[in-house]
């Protein structure tokens, strides 16, 4: 069956080469990859739709980390702001960049998906695994599967890796550099990464140890307007850059963030082992992580030509407020550790096992902030400290596979799933933030989720062209231990408000259709019941730091979704060409707004709105040998209507287009093979105007804080010598494109890329 149609399409953990180059020339490394899954499986190929990729088709993509391998793929949206972000997050279908939770990643088995926060600080862990070692990657479309949960509402992003069969080493490393200018900044920054991996079999062991190694500079991600003020001692200043905000009123912007340094250490080790028609893998990752912001640019001066930082100011008759902790600097330094160990094989000819259990921990996690800026001349070491104690997750599956339950052409799916979750939070006053001093709380909260689920699903092959596929899933969903401080600042005690503990359960049914007439042509129908619960932030993540306030809903009900999806393909000579219509009404939808209160401190709460309908037609070509010999495309096309139906708190926003989610988006891959050595790739992205609140309001675009429609060019080449060698050369952003959603995208981006193999 075409690959395209494998439901769990993956590279056997012991019988897939290592892809040991560096992604430009990695298609000419691999011998093979092998499929691991039932005969039945790829008999009926995926309910949901599904696109496969491997490194032969991002040659043309200028990878430096793994989220550049999936952004191109249809109906995806990864709004990496820099070159080592940790904000990646992950948008798909009907679901924006900022619904992290309805989206699922991962890694041989090991979720990297961040099921503990919303928003952007909810993105996957894709650091857990390097750009380098990927040998394909398996994106599904939306819930249709009973195998996943609610939180595959956007869809599922399987990546696979390879494990050696012989010695291998390799090396590759990459430089990248881009001149940005926006408001009152005007740079260049750079970064580097390398990639050292080592890989052994010895007889039915295999072992692989890789080093990842990432250091960057990124644009300025925050720029900052004063609020209006009046005062009789306000301090006459010159440097106030005048030009609208992301709703068109016109706003005092007096600073920008400066640059963010970042340096992120991943350190892997696999071993696997072949017990015949039984295999296993062990999959450990390391991540040390700094991230620091102490840079940040005062436009401001006062009459000496000195720079300002805080109080009241005018300029030119415009008199507004700068606040000292929009200065502020930041460290922080996390350590994450992922540990996962999976097994396959055969319990008897007809009957298949898989077991995954996994655990992600945050070992240490704390980020120290000034209450002012290092050159300010009140400056005192005082600021705040955040800390993330006893945070991380667990989960364990069990799945059985029969392809044959004594009726020819009927298999069965069926398994158990469980899954905790535990978040906690304290934030500090500090004397010394230098230090990581303590001195008092500001502000505690936290809280556990647990889901236990049980799932089946009968797949059918009715004859030659027809397949149909029902399925169940049941959930049972548990909020314990949640707290949040309710500080009483007329007593000197900290107190704390517990959270009672909340149980429920629900079913999602699952149902598929697939029709072939004949080798050429397929056709296949998907229904599904999906529930998205509540994570540990919506719940009871409720703090105060400098300039932010964040609200928990401790009552808010599961996302209610059902999912229509229908496929038409025609298979080419060398590709296919795909139609999806597909159609999401998500009930309850967990919405989290960010407003600007009194003194500039934003806000941020997590409210329910009623109903959402989405509505789409995805259009996708992947083809070899397009027109011409050596040219191989793949293109993508989704319009996508997102509408707030129903809201009875708010009736003023019904009819609104749904924050985050443009009309239209498209992606373009385009590579030429010159020779077996050289080839030349053109990558190209586009999305439309979007909004960013549910009241339409921020209809300014090109400004800080809109959501910008985008046209982002790419070229990317590479050569590869007879000793080992390959080079490569790319550019993204050729056009140097000035573009917001709600944070800049990079300026125009140079890479240079060298890699060895021996």
Known sequence: MRKLYHSRVSCAVLSGLLVTSFPATAQDQIEEIHVWGSDSDQRFGNLSPTSLLTPEDFRSINVATTEDV????PSVVIRRRFIGDSNGVLGMRGSNMFQTSRSMVFADGVPLHYLLQSRWNGAPRWTMVSASEIAQVETLYGPFSAEYSGNAMGGVVNIETAIPQQEEFHIDSSYFSQNFDAYGFDDTVDGHKTFVSYGNKFGDTSVYLSFNRLENESQPQTFRAGSRSSSD?????????????????????????????TETNNYKFKLGHDFGNWSTLLNVAYEDRVSVSDSSNSYLQD????????GHVVDNGRQYFVPASRFATSNLDRDSLNVGVRLRGQLTDTVELEANIS????LNDNNRSSSTHLDDPNYTLAGQVQDFGDTGWDTAELKLNFDDLGVRGLGLVTGIRHESYELNLDIYNSDNYAAGEKTAFRSRSGGETEILAAFAQLNYQINDQWDAAFGLRWEDFESSNGYFDSDDATTTEFELTQVPTR???????????GYLPNSNWSVRYSLAKAYRFPIVEELFSQYEAFNTVSISNPGLKPEDGLHHNLMVERELAAGYVRVNLFSET???????????IDGGTSLRTFLPVDEIQTNGIEFVTNSNDLFIDNLDVRFNVVYTDSEIVKNAPNPSIEGNVYPRMPEWRGNLLATYNISNDWNVGLNFQYASDSYGRTDNSDREDNVYGAQDGYERVGLKSSYRLDNGLALGFGIDNITDEVAFVAHPWPGRTFYFNISYDL
Do not use: C, H
């Open 503 to 513: 149980g429920e359960d629900k079913v999602s049914p699952k149902f598929s259709l």
């Open 233 to 261: 001692t306000a301090m006459d200043v010159t440097g106030t850059i005048v030009d609208n905000d992301d709703r068109g009123r016109s706003a005092n912007w007096f600073m920008d963030t400066g640059i963010v340094d």
């Open 70 to 73: 999936v952004k191109f793929e």
């Open 359 to 362: 655990r992600f921990e945050v």
């Open 303 to 310: 009459s000496n030509g000195n720079s300002v930082y805080s």
């Open 586 to 596: 998500i009930d309850n939808v967990i919405e989290s707004q960010t407003g600007i």
